[in-house]
């Protein structure tokens, strides 16, 4: 597997005039996009392998499959982590069809008794896994902070490697994202179990889910969450899994983000030597109807052990759309921005409301301005309500200083600049963008454009969009909630995992010697 490659080589590279991380990009052919931006401040680079796919793209039936998916991506492939493939796989394809037994099953007794069969077989498959391979060879490089996440369009996996272990990276990163095998499916689920229960007494999740249903209540954003139905996490099926692969792990929807101390020539070359033979396959776009509009003032309830506030929220076109990328976001630092918003002179610190937010939440096909209030001790949240709308209608009557719109858009640049001093801040943003269908240059483009927003087209923008008949309002009570359902776990057999043999894949990997960082010293008498 050693195949040290040089870093001197040549590559054609895509950059923005005026781009204060000078992000170079590059294409391989087929179609994966890589993202390079240079930041020596220390020997270490920082990851994201991104993928454009997330819980809007579950099957209504199988909901939450990408989120345990992304569990599984540090489950190895057929090379990594295996003792015996042959014997290991003779077992997990048996699983996997006792799988799409077990959802097809409507008897519970049945049921029970193919999970009891699924749970013996994984117990005999478990003996030919090499445990958490993955883990120990991330670690052998020096990684930190290991990670994934998933969300409603992105799957992102994060590592920050030093910057001499770019190759081994790039070699074990492209053979877990190769064909990942769902090994210890069973007992990961058993995991996925316990966040679902957890999140459900989280009272953020349920405004989350309450406001989205009332926003977009045919589209996936409002009908799917990320961590899915409880019903849909007890029938999942391997199958499906695959097939979600298949169809979207493919490198023309994938971008890896690098930020940190490299050079972008020879990551390239180690991209198309490691990636490059990845097959690109079409995509399927993502079809979804027009929401309804919002033709009054729309109230949902929900109950939590948290103290209680009020959620608002106004539906918007997504995110490429200029409403979303510019108006949005200059509209929310008026209302709200800690020093000089509407909320913070007129409602916080005249001590009106014990909190009082205003945040946009974009997604790539419908976005949202949100205002979230916490009310004093006494108040209701019906008097919370009347107060922001009271904000609202100053912003449709343009009543705020002149200065301010220039101000807060000074202040978003300057915290964006402050992110980009750390290599998670300029990965976090790439990534963001790619996701999202928002090419980089647009985003370094989109300041000039914001600087020539005037205060007339903010208040028209208002005043075509935030009325007070057209929102959605989630009153978050304080008290027990009858709707939580909670996920029963089945009886799990603790597996027996081989904790000292390793794969060959992990063989090779951990005798390949990689060079030596080489120290830079400041010279003071420069």
């Given at each position: 597997m050693q195949q040290f490659i040089p870093a001197s080589t040549t590559a054609e590279f895509r950059?923005?005039?005026?781009?204060?991380?000078?992000?170079?990009?590059?294409?391989?052919?087929?179609g994966l996009r890589l993202f390079l931006t240079v930041n020596k401040e220390e020997p270490r680079v920082y990851t994201e392998i991104a993928v454009r796919v997330?819980?809007?793209?579950?099957?209504?039936?199988?909901?939450?499959?990408?989120?345990?998916?992304?569990?599984?991506?540090?489950?190895?492939?057929?090379?990594?982590?295996?003792?015996?493939?042959?014997?290991e796989k003779a077992i997990l394809d048996e699983i996997e069809l006792l799988f799409e037994q077990h959802r097809a099953e409507q008897n519970p007794e049945k049921k029970k008794d193919l999970y009891a069969e699924i749970d013996r077989l994984s117990f005999d498959a478990a003996q030919f896994a090499s445990a958490n391979e993955y883990d120990k060879l991330v670690s052998e490089m020096g990684a930190k902070g290991t990670n994934a996440?998933?969300?409603?369009?992105?799957?992102?996996?994060?590592?920050?490697?030093?910057?001499?272990?770019l190759e081994r990276w790039f070699a074990l990163e492209s053979e877990r994202f190769r064909r990942p095998i769902l090994r210890l499916f069973h007992t990961e689920l058993e995991t996925v179990f316990e966040e679902y229960n957890i999140s459900q007494d989280k009272d953020f999740r349920k405004t989350l889910k309450a406001m989205q249903e009332t926003l977009t209540?045919?589209?996936?954003?409002?009908?799917?969450?990320?961590?899915?139905?409880?019903?849909?996490?007890?029938?999942?099926?391997?199958?499906?899994?695959?097939?979600?692969?298949?169809?979207?792990?493919?490198?023309?929807?994938?971008?890896?983000?690098?930020?940190?101390?490299?050079d972008p020539a020879h990551a390239v070359r180690l991209a198309e030597r490691y990636f490059g033979g990845f097959k690109r396959k079409d995509v399927p776009k993502f079809n979804f109807k027009p929401q309804p509009d919002l033709e009054s003032r729309t109230l949902r309830e929900?109950?939590?052990?948290?103290?209680?506030?009020?959620?608002?929220?106004?539906?918007?076109?997504?995110?490429?759309?200029e409403e979303a990328s510019l108006l949005l976001p200059l509209i929310a630092g008026i209302l709200h921005n800690y020093q000089a918003g509407l909320f913070d002179l007129n409602i916080v610190q005249k001590q009106q409301l014990l909190e009082a937010y205003a945040y946009p939440r974009v997604y790539e096909d419908f976005s949202s301005l949100l205002l979230m209030a916490k009310p004093r001790e006494g108040q209701s949240l019906e008097a919370v309500e009347k107060i922001l709308l009271q904000e609202i209608a100053k912003l449709r009557r343009g009543e705020f200083e002149d200065w301010l719109l220039e101000a807060v858009?000074?202040?978003?640049?300057?915290?964006?600049?402050?992110?980009?001093?750390?290599?998670?801040?300029?990965?976090?943003?790439?990534t963001s963008a790619y996701i999202l269908g928002v090419e980089w240059t647009d985003m370094v483009r989109r300041w000039k454009k914001l600087a020539k927003i005037t205060k007339a087209e903010v208040v028209a923008f208002a005043q075509k969009t935030f009325h007070d008949n057209n929102f959605a309002v989630v009153y978050k009570h304080t008290g027990d909630d009858p709707a939580v359902m909670k996920v029963e776990k089945p009886p799990i057999t603790p597996i027996e995992v081989n904790r000292e043999g390793a794969s060959g894949f992990a063989q090779e990997f951990l005798a390949w010697e990689m060079p030596e960082v080489s120290p830079q010293f400041v010279d003071f008498k420069k």
């Open positions: 950059t923005t005039p005026g781009d204060p991380i000078q992000v170079q990009m590059h294409t391989l052919a087929n997330g819980s809007k793209h579950d099957p209504a039936d199988t909901t939450g499959l990408a989120h345990y998916f992304e569990h599984m991506m540090f489950k190895g492939t057929d090379r990594l982590g295996s003792l015996d493939w042959a014997k996440y998933t969300w409603v369009e992105q799957m992102v996996y994060v590592n920050d490697i030093p910057s001499n272990e209540p045919s589209h996936p954003y409002g009908t799917q969450t990320t961590l899915g139905r409880g019903e849909d996490l007890k029938n999942p099926s391997q199958t499906n899994i695959y097939k979600f692969f298949d169809t979207y792990y493919v490198p023309n929807n994938m971008a890896i983000v690098m930020a940190g101390d490299f929900v109950w939590g052990q948290e103290s209680p506030w009020v959620e608002m929220g106004w539906r918007l076109q997504g995110a490429k759309s858009v000074k202040d978003m640049k300057l915290s964006e600049i402050r992110s980009f001093e750390k290599n998670p801040g300029r990965a976090n943003a790439i």
